[in-house]
């Protein structure tokens, strides 16, 4: 006797037979698991290979007619919904809104954009990197207070305001000092990567970030703050990423550049937002607990300056993971310990 078994619900037990009746009816699967009582062996194997070791063979009837009338049998409705795409409902169905962006819009962009507006090709596959990290970003950090008009304007604050006056602050001193004591390298190029890049750049993103923490009536928990961060963050390492692809990258070997456009849309967006979500997270607890602003905010520059300092710094090496890896160890760990800051926060005042 023959016990069939498939997705916990057990079958039978059925003679030789008839098992191979209810295949040749559909009611059974040569696939579906089954096992022999009349045999020796305990395991589990497909009813093809137990019938085949009771003398049973299934027929195999095969041929062109089978294929042609199966295909008839199916509908041309079925096979080519013209009434459906006609009426266009799937236009409203969003997870098809989000495939056809992430599956076609590279395309559109390498077919659709001439050879004249290539620099532009660039900006929409920045721009397409951006959203898929938004996304990422949003389904784990978002909040029943994350607005999406808040996202956007965070993001297009750095990219279109914050980040064009860094980059005019730049050539002016102290920034500039900064730069060259870099150039010069030794404790002195530490001193200024640590000044004229890591926290001029994380005060950068900070203060979009305040801007919208600071709105009237607007009392945000920390892991809001941490998501409207790593949005300032990744619109940060974009606009850079764009400006390296643009002019350096451009004169390296083909493999070079290739993976380092690559970076320049992946992990180095990731990074910033990163170390922009850490610095945010410490300004929401200076919103929260005023008396401990200054400590908060100090903290909310430092640490994500130290890192993105330590990064450039090792950036020609594997040494530097270990950075880049604390810094998003520590960001998990601060949001999983938020509670616990809270209280403390609390017990100074």
Same mark, same amino acid.
């Given at each position: ?18 098992? /191979? ?13 089954? /096992? ?15 019938? /085949?070791?009771?003398?049973? +063979? ?14 008839? *049998? ?13 009426? =266009?409902?799937?236009?409203? +169905? ?24 290539? +620099? ?8 397409? =990197? ?52 870099? #150039? #010069? ?14 926290? =001029?750049? #994380? ?7 305040? !801007?919208?923490? *600071? ?82 905010? !100090?903290?909310?520059? !430092? ?35 938020? /509670? +616990?800051? #809270? ?7």
């Amino acid at each position: 006797m023959i016990t069939v078994f498939r997705n916990g619900t057990t079958y039978g037990p059925y003679e030789p037979s008839v098992a /191979k009746q209810y295949i040749e009816s559909g009611l059974l699967l040569p696939t579906d698991l089954a /096992k022999d009582s009349n045999a020796n062996d305990s395991n589990d194997r497909s009813l093809k290979d137990v019938l /085949k070791a009771n003398g049973i +063979e299934l027929d195999s009837n095969f041929s062109i007619s089978e294929i042609s009338d199966g295909i008839k *049998s199916l509908g041309k409705d079925v096979l080519w919904p013209w009434d459906q795409i006609k009426k =266009a409902d799937w236009l409203k +169905e969003r997870p098809l809104q989000i495939l056809m962006f992430v599956g076609l819009l590279p395309i559109f962009t390498m077919f659709l954009l001439p050879s004249a507006m290539e +620099e532009v090709g660039y900006v929409v596959v920045a721009l397409y =990197a951006s959203v898929l990290w938004a996304f990422l970003f949003h389904d784990l950090f978002h909040t029943k207070q994350v607005q999406t008009n808040v996202a956007v304007k965070c993001f297009l604050l750095t990219s279109f305001l914050s980040m064009p006056a860094l980059l005019v602050l730049s050539i002016f001193p102290p920034i500039s000092w900064c730069h060259e004591l870099i #150039e #010069e390298g030794g404790i002195g190029g530490v001193l200024g990567m640590f000044f004229g890049v890591g926290l =001029a750049e #994380e005060f950068c993103k900070l203060a979009v970030v305040l !801007f919208v923490l *600071s709105r009237p009536g607007s009392l945000l928990i920390p892991r809001t703050a941490v998501f409207y961060g790593m949005i300032s963050g990744l619109s940060f390492g974009i606009y850079e990423g764009i400006g390296y692809q643009l002019t350096i990258n451009r004169g390296m070997d083909v493999d070079s550049a290739y993976f380092l456009n690559i970076l320049r849309l992946t992990s180095l967006p990731f990074l910033h937002a990163i170390w922009a979500g850490t610095s945010a997270y410490f300004a929401s607890f200076a919103l929260l607990f005023p008396k401990m602003k200054w400590a908060l905010l !100090f903290l909310a520059l !430092f640490i994500p300056a130290t890192l993105h300092t330590a990064y450039n710094v090792l950036t020609n090496g594997v040494f530097c993971l270990i950075p880049a890896s604390l810094g998003l160890l520590l960001l998990w760990i601060y949001i999983s310990q938020t /509670k +616990e800051l #809270e209280l403390r926060l609390k017990q100074s005042r």
